[in-house]
């Protein structure tokens, strides 16, 4: 069914939907609480606290229109492949990506698969264009089920889970057989490219059904540049030039992310800083959480760790208690997400842990 079929009340209606909250608000808790929000230590959007240094640009670039070659380029030697556009970041992908199902080929089926915990704009972007959501909770789920879409986040924000690539590779196989697509969001993946399905598929036998998107917000900390890509089929290409328009992302954007994506130097270095500060977050800061969350069920990715709790409503006390020593967190529905602090914010998060455990709400948390 095409777009243009959906009444004028259809599209109001759904475009009138409250969007999902996200991380990296503090402006907006600024808003509600105070200007206190502004001092809190914002371990909410998962992104790099060590982000890639930005150096002086030209002026001049704030004045010429963009030019997307260069970093197409310089993207290709980075991911391995080429992409086939550049968005807004892989959230303007992902706004993108139903309208051009729905314009590209017939959908007899408009059952989308997203999962049940999972970034939350997936789910989102589908329902505004009048897609059917079907959420699981195990991938093998899939492998038994017909969908127009289904959508895969390698790994899984927040739960920091890992689909196994040979489950991939079958999903990849099942959707090609139904004429189904299969989106797989790889923003958390740079820190383990060996894992990412570019390391796999070749862009010249490049499966049609198969959308892989990328962000340089998290590992390059980049979130505020608005950089994201796509590598799909060749079919797709002018379809996603139309659909993101001309000028999409802004001239200093592309050239500070082709300056980022060639500095290897920092790459080597942000990762094992990664190593660094995770070993010594797990060492300091991880049992006090584990005994203000009162839980140690929890998932460590190298950009955050995600804690399951018992309720939701517990997950609310915690996060409003943290918030009382300056700590700001990403809550879900019975879960709290915690970015991979800085190294200069490992010793300053400690103490402020140290004493919510010492008052008398941390001791009855505890």
């Not at 997307?68 to 030697?77: C, I, K, P, T, Y």
């Not at 789920?141 to 890992?162: K, M, Y």
């Not at 584990?290 to 460590?300: A, E, H, M, P, Y």
Request: charge should be negative; include cysteine.
């Amino acid at each position: 069914m095409s777009i243009d079929l959906m009444s004028s009340q259809q599209v109001v209606s759904a475009l009138d939907l409250t969007p999902p909250k996200h991380g990296g608000d503090l402006a907006g808790w600024q808003r509600k609480v105070g200007d206190k929000a502004l001092s809190w230590l914002d371990l909410s959007s998962a992104c790099n606290r060590e982000p890639w240094p930005i150096p002086q640009i030209d002026s001049s670039l704030w004045m010429d229109l963009p030019d997307q070659v260069a970093l197409l380029d310089v993207a290709e030697g980075y991911y391995g492949c080429r992409p086939i556009a550049i968005g807004a970041g892989s959230q303007h992908i992902i706004e993108s990506l139903p309208i051009l199902l729905r314009e590209s080929k017939p959908l007899s089926d408009l059952r989308v698969f997203v999962p049940r915990v999972g970034y939350q704009e997936h789910a989102f972007a589908w329902k505004k264009w009048g897609y059917e959501l079907v959420y699981y909770d195990v991938l093998e789920e899939l492998l038994e089920q017909s969908f127009a879409v289904a959508v895969v986040i390698q790994p899984n924000n927040p739960t920091g889970e890992w689909t196994p690539a040979s489950t991939l590779s079958t999903l990849i196989d099942h959707a090609e057989k139904q004429g189904a697509s299969l989106v797989v969001d790889e923003a958390f993946i740079d820190p383990c490219p060996e894992r990412s399905l570019l390391a796999d598929v070749s862009q010249f036998h490049w499966p049609e059904s198969l959308f892989v998107l990328r962000s340089v917000g998290k590992f390059f900390g980049l979130a505020g540049a608005r950089v994201g890509f796509v590598f799909c089929a060749k079919k797709w290409q002018s379809a996603f030039k139309n659909l993101l328009g001309p000028w999409p992302v802004a001239t200093p954007s592309l050239h500070l992310v082709s300056l980022a994506f060639t500095d290897v130097v920092w790459q080597v270095q942000a990762l094992q800083s990664l190593n660094a500060r995770q070993a010594v977050f797990i060492e300091r800061v991880m049992p006090k959480f584990n005994t203000i969350f009162d839980s140690q069920d929890s998932v460590i990715h190298p950009l955050f760790i995600t804690w399951t709790l018992e309720s939701h409503e517990y997950a609310v006390q915690v996060f409003e208690m943290l918030h009382q020593v300056g700590i700001h967190t990403r809550l879900g529905d019975g879960w709290i997400r915690v970015a991979l602090p800085a190294m200069s914010e490992i010793d300053g998060l400690d103490k402020a842990l140290i004493r919510l455990l010492k008052s008398a709400g941390g001791r009855e948390l505890a």
